[in-house]
């Protein structure tokens, strides 16, 4: 297949363009490299894969014929894309629209990826896809929340009025290598602080819960939904919970760090709980995630103090 990962040089996204190359498609790596990173794909592109570096909302460039399309290109950091507010906006509705009509008119499998953010402050636990959500519309994450949750509206009506072969998956906390060590998110920051010795920025009480996926494990749901027919949404994340003093638990003890922690103000509608309901995940499309975070920390703390040479 010849398959277009636009966000391609980002995190998750260039763990999908890897692994679709891996099993032998051709990847087109569309990327503005705004929170993306060249050097995530720099040894895809010398093995002949394509990058364009270009911004989805604002054009295309020529592509040619593919058989599928996945949209990526988002800010996912909660730092990052309250700090874009207006590009994150425009990626989510018109960059969505541009790839939807790219995939329509190959005749190609598009994939959305959705998020978690779309439940906003859950009043339902876990998260089950036909759950509505608790989204503030004017609150400061609703630039995020609300970009994806219309961009899941356009790709429905796309499917509906166009016939675009079109599935949504709503992903939840993904960490690993390449999960950039100052984008600001909790296991970036955490696994930074332990290995530099500086203190663990705990917001708000750090009882919070996040539901945090191992990114192989994720980009196998990725790939298993792009695979599928089934149009979703569905949830694709480790429904393992934890809260972020537990999360501080594991990581000093994964870096064998002596950092202390520090309590921080909570950011404005920081969602109290998250965790994904898999059972569509794991009936629909035969998927689970099978790495514990233990095993997740100690991978990416191995990437980290190796590639990286943080807290060297
Ligand atoms: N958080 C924290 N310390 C940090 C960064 C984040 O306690 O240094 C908290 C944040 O308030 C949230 C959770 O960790 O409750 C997950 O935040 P993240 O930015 O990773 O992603 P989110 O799930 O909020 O999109």
Known sequence: MRVVVAGGAGFLGSHLADALATRGDDVVILDDLSSGNASNVAHLVAAGHEFHVC??????????AVDAVCNLASPASPPFYLAHPL?????GSEGTRRLLELANQNGARFLLASTSEVYGDPK?????ETYWGNVNPVGPRSVYDEAKR??????????????????????????????????GRVVSNFVRQALEGSPLTVYGDGRQTRSFCYVDDEVRGLIALLDATERGPINIGNPEEFTMLELVDAVL??????????FEPLPTDDPTRRCPDITLA????????????????????????GVQGVGE
């Not at 911004?55 to 040619?64: F, S």
């Not at 590009?87 to 990626?91: D, G, I, M, S």
């Not at 003890?253 to 002596?258: G, K």
């Not at 629909?284 to 980290?304: A, C, H, K, Q």
Request: aromatic residues 6%; glycine residues 8%; negative net charge.
């Open 282 to 305: 794991k009936t629909l499309l035969g998927w689970e995630p099978t790495i514990s975070l233990r095993e997740g920390l100690e991978r990416l703390v191995e990437y980290l103090r």
């Open 150 to 183: 219309f961009a899941e509206a356009l790709t429905i009506a796309h499917a509906g009025t166009k016939g675009t072969n079109a599935c949504i998956v709503r992903i939840f906390n993904t960490y690993g290598p390449r999960l950039d060590p100052g984008d």
């Open 253 to 262: 003890e994964v870096t064998r760090s002596t950092s202390t922690v520090v």
């Open 124 to 128: 339902e636990h876990p998260q089950r």
């Open 87 to 91: 590009e994150t906006l425009a990626v």
């Open 55 to 64: 911004n989805v909302a604002e054009e295309l460039p020529e592509i040619g």
